[in-house]
T-cell receptor
């Protein structure tokens, strides 16, 4: 079974632009979570989606948003990019909502903001 | 909020030897999950081992085992017979049972395996 895929793998954007990252979960998985990884702040939870609904949101400004489609694929969007948004963005999928299900991570998208 | 602390930014081990990575956490919850994830240079986060707080028995996965001390809120990872492929960042993580589904991560320990 194919793992979690994220596209693109690398991205360079300019401050003030917006960016959209994509995540395709493992086939059959319905829950998708997003995390931001930076050297300074470590790994931080962004949001979780299940059945096209945001179930949980971390402490990030409104510039960070996401959505999930009926096929469980998810996108996250960052508007008005800032230098501090440079990070590795990780997506994780799990079979169902609820904490008893394992999260499987994708390879991440490396975003660089210049 | 739950916090996870990894006090060892870097560790090294000789190939074939044993190493223990430390993790402590703070929570007021009685039921939760604890995890160790491995992140090699490829950056893909891989689940190493999982422990349910209600289980007294320490989890074991091949060469990886944990020492879970619930009262002390301690969750260390022991890697036996270390191999070159074990070199990576290791993250300790916490997740509620009753609450939200997100993981709370520690700051990580970089493990170097010396041939």
């Amino acid at each position: 079974k194919a793992g979690v895929t994220q596209t693109p793998r690398y991205l360079i954007k300019t401050r003030g632009q917006q960016v959209t990252l994509s995540c395709s979960p493992i086939s059959g998985h319905r829950s998708v979570s997003w995390y931001q990884q930076t050297p300074g702040q470590g790994l931080q939870f962004l949001f979780e989606y299940f059945s096209e609904t945001q179930r949980n949101k971390g402490n990030f400004p409104g510039r960070f948003s996401g959505r999930q489609f009926s096929n469980s694929r998810s996108e996250m969007n960052v508007s008005t990019l800032e230098l501090g948004d440079s990070a590795l963005y990780l997506c994780a999928s799990s079979l169902w909502e609820g904490t008893s299900y394992e999260q499987y991570f994708g390879p991440g998208t490396r975003l660089t903001v210049t | 909020a739950q916090t996870v602390t990894q006090s060892q930014p870097e560790m090294s081990v000789q190939e074939a030897e044993t190493v223990t990575l430390s993790c402590t956490y703070d929570t007021s919850e009685s039921d939760y999950y604890l995890f160790w994830y491995k992140q090699p240079p490829s950056r893909q986060m891989i689940l190493v081992i999982r422990q349910e707080a209600y289980k007294q028995q320490n989890a074991t996965e091949n060469r990886f085992s944990v020492n879970f001390q619930k009262a002390a809120k301690s969750f260390s990872l022991k890697i036996s017979d270390s191999q070159l492929g074990d070199a990576a960042m290791y993250f300790c993580a916490y997740r509620s049972v009753a609450g939200a589904n997100n993981l709370f991560f520690g700051t990580g320990t970089r493990l170097t395996v010396i041939p």
